[in-house]
């Protein structure tokens, strides 16, 4: 039998924080691997090729896109801001790439949504994939609008789609609150390989590592092969008393995201629960 043919895989956002935890499970799982982001970026692997082009500049993609089996989108605007920084960096370039997949015949695209996508969810409700959107924030809803093109493209023109709604990825978690949302890089690792290898149409998952404390129904990821090898839980004693001043951070998923500009009556909100 012959081997299976390696893919070509995109990563955008190459020059970003979260590409560095994935870019060596890419470079081995791969043929070869464009490294595309609007910041140069430096090739590490003999199969990985550095592509520095802005998403939000539609006639470039082609060129990024020819030939190629699959997309990891990371690029983007990863925290709040006014709509004049979101909508170039989080909608256009969404609406230009899954548009540009599409015409180059791309089979799949693994994309990092956000918690912030649920966000106003108060910490006590457990979410699942299935549960509407509450987005926190005018970043949330560029994140709930990559979804909704995820779903329209995978659903009308079988281009797969596998959103991954990822807690904080970091080397360890910092807060209380990444008690319940933090993914570690190996588990985000293996989070996109199950999102290369699955069998899906269109997918929503909680990027998040097994902890205890999490708010999460992970049960989709779970399903297709997710098996996360390390936990916030042994930084419970250190970091549970590491908590905001604002009690209506602590009550909402989203934290500092949902509180900030928060400007109805706060009265029938149980902050302090
Ligand atoms: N860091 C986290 O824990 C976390 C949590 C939830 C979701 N996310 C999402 O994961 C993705 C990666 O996050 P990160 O922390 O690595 O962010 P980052 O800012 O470190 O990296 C994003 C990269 O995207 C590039 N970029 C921005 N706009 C672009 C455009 N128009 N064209 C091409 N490249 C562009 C930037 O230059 C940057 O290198 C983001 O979409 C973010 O919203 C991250």
């Not at 609150?177 to 290369?196: E, F, K, N, T, Y």
């Not at 998040?208 to 916030?232: E, F, I, K, T």
């Not at 604002?246 to 902050?271: I, T, W």
Request: proline fraction near 6%; glycine fraction near 8%; charged fraction near 20%.
């Amino acid at each position: 039998m012959p081997e299976p043919r390696l893919p070509i895989v995109v990563l955008t956002g190459a020059a970003g924080r979260l590409a560095q935890y994935v870019r060596p499970m890419l470079a081995s799982a791969c043929r070869e691997v464009r490294l595309c982001d609007v910041r140069p970026v430096t090739p590490q692997a003999v199969n990985e090729r550095a592509f520095q082009c802005a998403l939000d500049d539609a006639g470039q993609l082609p060129a990024l896109l020819t030939g190629a089996d699959m997309v990891v989108h990371l690029a983007g605007y990863p925290r709040e801001a006014a709509w004049d920084v979101i909508l170039p960096a989080n909608i256009t370039s969404v609406a230009n790439l899954w548009e540009a997949a599409r015409a180059a015949g791309v089979q799949r695209i693994l994309y990092a949504s956000s918690n912030h996508a649920m966000g106003l969810y108060p910490r006590a409700t457990t979410v699942g994939s299935d549960d509407l959107p509450r987005p926190d924030s005018r970043y949330g809803v560029s994140k709930v609008f990559m979804e909704a093109v995820a779903g329209l493209y995978a659903q009308k023109f079988g281009l797969k789609g596998f959103g991954m709604r990822i807690g904080h990825c970091s080397p360890e978690p910092l807060d209380a609150r990444m008690l319940a949302h933090w993914i570690s890089p190996r588990d985000l690792a293996q989070l996109v390989r199950v999102g290369m290898d699955a069998d899906y149409d269109e997918a929503i998952v909680y990027g998040v590592s097994d902890n205890a404390a999490s708010w999460w129904d992970n049960a989709r990821a779970h399903a297709l092969g997710y098996r996360p090898q390390d936990s916030a839980d042994r930084y419970r004693e250190a970091l549970q008393h590491k908590v905001s001043n604002d009690p209506l951070a602590e009550h909402f998923q989203g934290g500092d995201f949902a509180a900030a500009e928060f400007n109805r009556d706060r009265s029938g909100f149980d902050v302090d629960r």
